[in-house]
């Protein structure tokens, strides 16, 4: 069987068949149209080993010698006296076993960017259909069908997605954090053994990696060799590199899943979650790149510069909390209407019985006590100043003092089929609340109703739907769960969509837990923290958006004072900060002084004036060697725009910054640089440099060829800490001429 060769962007991934086994043996740069013989890839056999070269398949085996984490595992179940799919009673454990995967077929699907691979055991029972798929862009989407073809249920342990990294990707960059700290970077050194991040909190996690890349040493923003994936599943799930004592190296995911939480009956399939894989010869910046290409070429992405822009937000949170009064709301409305606010969004506290966070969850209803005419008269305020209508909501979970969880403590999960059925113990309370047992066909029913009706009768353009807490002791009829939730949940995104496909969705989960592409194939953005804090964010949203696009991390302009660290931030910090992503306020706004107001209205015609160029264009990082001092921005497709962001995260080690290199112009070009926030005339500008004169550009703009910017660069103002400054590049008329 001939190899199959993808190649997109300067990617190329080779599958070979020659052992009998499905094989990438290369995924990476791109190998041109001529390809060898194969068989000079045959490895030497090493002294006490197999007598056999070891095959790292596409799913490796132990049938095959792999010595590393298998790519498939799970046993038979010899029942006792029952039949039929799924059936449990007197069942008990057979063999486990690796089965011996052969290809049956591969073909290249139309346009020669894809593949569909067949293996199969017979003997074992079992069959997998691989697709592969190389986007335009260099996106590699990756993905796996387990069928039971045996004549008794399959107990699947796991089925993972890996694909190979050569012995050049020596260290390994991988996110973490925690609730107000989501993404934050780790790197470490590459050794033998395997690395393994498991995400056990029934939804994507705080602390999960967003991004799994391993690269050459030293790899950078913008420089190095990388290769790097992410896991496009909210649930339970493992992401992990396996570095074996033969130099070998595989970087893979796979759902986590619990004991027997899936048990196949003959006939039926489990299909994983997609992987997706990129590869950049010039750094973390060529990553972003292809997974940018990827968002932005769906059907159903939001629109950026040919569709429907990102709406100006509001969200009444840090505003009001629980205070849902209709006159400060009113106030609060008028105040960002003349602002420029485009989307107001009510947040939680309008259901019955929530003036707190102790009850009301699953009630949803307007609660009458608080709103006597519904929702109705701040609608229609808010959408006769100009401004769509936005509701918080948190569909999968419920308090016990709620009338749903009186009337269905059944829908409640629980830990045991005995805890259920007679109403038993519960799992530890989380923020007061417990999960909706959405695997329950009428639990799911309920909740897919309210929402119908609630977007049927009001004039709703957007639901920002939280989740709250984790999905810990998570069990239905007796097992393991979290599989079924997921795939429920996943549902009820898609039937409110399909039933209201005008309104948009944001994805939180008590702020970035549940960020990752499988719920992005369902919602038009994320809330990537509840930390509105200007500094923290800079690091949230740079890694955030190592994935995902701007247009999809909501960034809000918080209190001078933040709510959730303590910090003060003057307002061009705070509104630099969230300029480059979906911009808005969750800020009590009538507060603002006149000044403050003045200059957060110059920051919303400036994210108007560019939301064009932040949404579609390249995302810029520059690689500096000072720690405390980032340069970060976009340059349009055309390189005949650029917008950038110098930050000052804290005191430098040096006077001055210096000269700071302005990389992704067009160097042939020449371009008019500006200070664009904060200017002479905003309150903070004084306050923030500590410097007895700027450099003359500062005040008078300066011309230079992007070459000039990128070797050279411009030297910086002496941004006090945490402050920021917003450049604009912009080419001039007579290098557009030319």
Known sequence: MDPLHLRAAGTSVLVAFHSGEVEIVHWGADLGDSLPDLDLLTPPIPHSALDVPV????????????????????????????????????????????????????E?????????????????????????????????????ELANTGTTPYCLDELGTVLPVPGEAV???????????????????????????????????????LLLAAGSAGFSNRAGRVWAVHFAWSGNHEQYLD???????????????????????????????????????????????????????????????????????LNTWEAVYFDHRLEPLLELAESAAELGVERFVLDDGWFRGRRDDHAGLGDWYVDETVWPEGLTPLIERVTGLGMEFGLWVEPEMVNLDSDVARAHPDWIVRPTAAAAADGGRLPLEWRHQHILDLANPDAWQYTYDRLDALLGENDIAYLKWDQNRDLTEHGHAGRPSVHEQTLAAYRLFDALRAAHPHVEIESCSSGGARVDLGILARTDRVWASDCND??????????????????????????????????VHDISFRAITALFGHFGLEWDIRQATPAERETLRRAIALYKRHRGLIHSGVRINADLGEPNLRLHGVVSQSGTEGLFAAVSLGTLMAEAPGRVAVPGLDPERTYRVRAALPTPEDADWADSFTQTAPPRWIAAGATASGRFLAEVGLPLPILRPEHALLIEAKVTEQSVSD
């Not at 569909?116 to 990756?142: C, F, K, N, W, Y």
């Not at 955030?544 to 001078?560: D, F, I, N, R």
């Open 55 to 106: 095959i790292a398949g596409l799913l490796p085996q132990s049938s095959s010698g792999w010595p590393g984490r298998p790519g498939l595992r799970g046993s038979r179940l010899a029942l006792s006296g029952t039949a039929g799919g799924g059936a449990h009673d007197g069942a008990v454990p057979g063999f486990a076993f690796s089965p011996a995967l052969r290809v049956v077929s591969a």
């Open 108 to 144: 290249a699907t139309p346009g020669g960017r894809g593949a569909r691979i067949v293996q199969a055991d017979p003997d074992a029972g079992v069959q997998v259909i691989s697709e592969l798929t190389l986007h335009s862009g260099g996106l590699l989407e990756l993905s796996h």
């Open 534 to 567: 200007a500094l923290e964010r800079q690091t949230i949203q740079r890694w955030t958006q190592a994935v995902l696009p701007p247009e999809l991390v909501g960034a809000h302009v918080g209190p001078t004072h933040s709510h959730t660290t303590g910090r």
């Open 243 to 313: 570095s074996l004592a033969d130099g070998r190296r595989t970087l893979g995911a796979a759902e986590l899943l619990g004991p027997g939480e899936v048990v196949l009956a003959p006939g039926e399939a489990y299909r994983t979650p997609t992987l997706y894989a990129a590869f950049s010869d010039r750094g973390l910046d060529g990553i972003t790149e292809a997974f940018y290409a990827w968002f932005r070429a769906r059907p159903s992405h939001v629109g950026t510069t040919a569709g429907r822009v990102r709406p100006v937000v």
């Open 171 to 209: 260290e390994l960059l991988d996110l973490t954090g925690r609730w107000c700290r989501e993404n934050h970077p780790q790197r470490h050194r590459v050794g033998q053994g395997t690395w393994v991040r498991s995400g056990r909190h029934g939804r994507t996690g705080h602390d999960s990696s």
